[in-house]
């Protein structure tokens, strides 16, 4: 807990100790946990941290319903789509001005997605959203105009921040790999979101935002959101609970269910869909060297064979009780099962359950036989080794993970070693291939599509992190891409999670929770995405930014037609609390608290501590 205050303090102006309403403004204060942020330039970070600030600062075409996560308008205010599908014309609003007071226009949102099709790193984000387009162009001030080379069924889902010509263009494609796209000179970065940020550099512990006054959807009810990273959950509790914090999110179900006995404290755990996996290195290779094999995977984990059958030797009852506190569900596929019209759910005589003896028998059939030393071999009798088990030192969820994992294949007869990275050097040795299998998770969106591409072949070494590979799953990938049948894609999307549950590059772990609290007797009117029973922070879109009302102003909550649980306002003596029900289907109670993962909003990794 020291060192998490300690390190505000030294943070001259953005201590967090101070009120959380002063006396001239209105201080909305979010404690958040993990490594934070890793770029404030929308074409290069991945963690979910970066996705929230470029939420608050970017627009985008089309935005999120709070309902149900469906495509609703954002700067866009209407779109059409040509008979054949292969021309859509969206509307851009006219009004919107970035906060620099230049006119947001659709040439703006034209070279947006320009940079995207054309430039290199820009495309490593977002180029899945736009695959098959041919050409973006802004015929006038309102209107962009997508020409398509087929149709795409993911349209009109289009999450890329929309920056502003006038500055991005003296940004060249060389420069674009180092921009920060941070504050300089005392002047805020410019978008024309909500919010603009006039203090904090990608992997600080403190960013600043004040509010945009001219933001065309309404100025906001706060002045200024102030986000404080925490490497301890403790530490953010205990702001929290100081009144130095007015809100924390990432926190265990044990936080959660003390927190909910705190008067002037409202906490929960909130259903955001993403999914943790263990993921093997299925065969690292070189993107730029046309495939060329790199790093040192064990040659146990290039075999589909054995990771299956590593499938039986996972306990996922226990990690759940254990690990997740009970806040979640045994995970199976990565589209996760709130996504009702997507998910595949694999019948009972294909779906994992925690049996060493169908996991030995498995691998004796494969090959890996025991010695007479009682470890398993290679199928040509070589020692398998010790795997290398990759946790996140930031994770303790990834840590106990991995763990219990070491535990059940010490059971098998395969040695294994448990060695911990903080996200960042995880990711470079990921990149580089210089693994046997790690911990992670990843949001998911209301589309699977863009989760669905990060296991195609063409990822390797870009937004795949398993170098997974197989020709039958891209032919299904593309082809759902295109469909015009939903039904058949529906199908396709299905088939396609078969084959991953088949090949295991993921053994997904966990549907798991987003613990959150608020300070209810300063703030109030936040809605839950999904309505009801998602999360308050880290949502498709800046709702909550916009809406929520300082408890003192008597908290009149303006919250839309159809949405409902609002956040009320409470004394300091009252005690609040909820907790939300993980929604199978429609009305459908499975477990006492919600699945979780956030994203996100786009290709998010989570971390809710973890990266997730």
């Not at 403790?234 to 702001?239: G, K, L, M, Y």
């Not at 906490?267 to 999914?275: D, I, L, Q, R, Y």
């Not at 549907?511 to 109030?524: H, M, N, Q």
Request: net charge neutral; proline share 7%.
């Amino acid at each position: 807990m020291a060192l998490g205050l300690l390190l505000a303090t030294m943070l001259p102006g953005l201590a967090i100790g101070a009120p959380a309403q002063g006396k001239d403004k209105v201080v909305f204060h979010v404690a958040m946990l993990g490594e934070g942020v890793d770029s404030l330039n929308p074409f290069l970070g991945f963690q979910a941290p970066s996705y929230e600030m470029w939420g608050l600062t970017y627009d985008y075409l089309v935005g999120y319903s709070m309902k149900d996560m469906s495509p609703e308008p954002d700067l866009a205010t209407k779109w059409t789509t040509s008979p054949d599908g292969k021309t859509w014309t969206f509307t851009v609003r006219t009004g919107v001005k970035f906060s620099d007071g230049v006119p947001l226009t659709a040439k703006d949102v034209a070279y947006t997605y320009n940079r995207v099709l054309h430039g290199t790193v820009e495309g490593t984000n977002w180029i899945s959203y736009l695959t098959g387009v041919k050409s973006v162009t802004a015929p006038n001030d309102t209107t962009v105009v997508l020409k398509l080379k087929q149709p795409v069924a993911t349209l009109p889902l289009l999450p890329i921040p929309i920056v502003p010509e006038h500055i991005w263009k003296n940004v060249s494609e060389k420069q674009i790999k180092s921009y920060a796209a941070e504050p300089q000179g005392g002047k805020p970065v410019v978008g024309s979101g909500p919010f603009r940020l006039v203090q904090g550099t990608a992997d600080g512990q403190t960013f600043k935002f004040e509010a945009n006054p001219g933001y065309w959807g309404g100025a906001p009810h706060i002045d200024e959101v102030i986000f404080q990273f925490y490497k301890n959950d403790d530490s953010a509790v205990q702001a929290l609970i100081k009144g130095e914090a007015d809100f924390v999110e990432g926190i265990t179900a044990l936080e959660v269910k003390s927190l909910q006995g705190k008067p002037g404290i409202q906490a929960h755990n909130g259903n955001s869909p993403g999914f943790d996996e263990i993921a093997f290195n299925a065969g690292s290779v070189s993107a730029a060297t046309n495939g060329h094999p790199i790093g040192n995977p064990n040659p146990a984990v290039l075999d589909p064979k054995f990771r299956h059958a590593l499938g039986y030797a996972l306990d996922l009852p226990t990690l759940i009780k254990k690990v997740y506190q009970g806040a979640g569900l045994p995970g199976t596929t990565i589209v996760p099962p709130n996504y009702t019209q997507y998910h595949w759910e694999p019948p009972a005589g294909q779906k994992f359950t925690f049996d060493l003896d169908k996991a030995g028998q498995l691998l004796d059939a494969a090959g890996y036989k025991k010695g007479s030393d009682g470890l398993r071999t290679l199928p040509n009798g070589k020692p398998i080794g010790t795997l290398r088990l990759a946790a996140r030192s930031d994770s303790p969820t990834s840590l106990h993970t991995m763990a219990y994992f070491k535990t059940w294949l010490s059971d098998l007869g395969i040695k294994s070693q448990v060695s911990t990275y903080s996200s960042s050097q995880l990711t470079d040795q990921i990149y580089k291939g210089n693994y046997d299998a790690f911990q992670w998770g990843w949001y998911v969106e209301p589309d699977p599509d863009s989760m669905l591409s990060y296991m195609t072949c063409g990822q390797r070494q870009g937004s795949s992190d398993s170098f997974y590979c197989n020709k039958q799953y891209d032919a299904l990938y593309n082809a759902q891409h295109v469909a015009t049948d939903h039904a058949k894609r529906v199908a396709d999307i299905k088939k396609m999670q078969e084959i991953l549950y088949r090949d295991s590059p993921y053994l997904v772990t966990a549907y798991s929770s987003i613990g959150e609290a608020v300070a209810s007797d300063r703030f109030a009117c936040l809605v839950t995405q999904p309505n009801p029973g998602g999360v308050w922070l880290e949502q498709y879109g800046v709702y909550n930014y916009v809406h929520m009302q300082p408890a003192s102003a008597g908290a009149k909550c303006d919250a839309a037609p159809g949405l409902t649980g609002a956040v009320k306002a409470s004394a300091s003596t009252d005690s609040s609390s909820s907790t939300g029900p993980f929604l199978i289907g429609v009305g459908v109670v499975v477990v006492l608290v919600l699945i979780g993962g956030g994203v996100l909003m786009m290709r998010r990794r989570s971390t809710v501590a973890d990266r997730e």
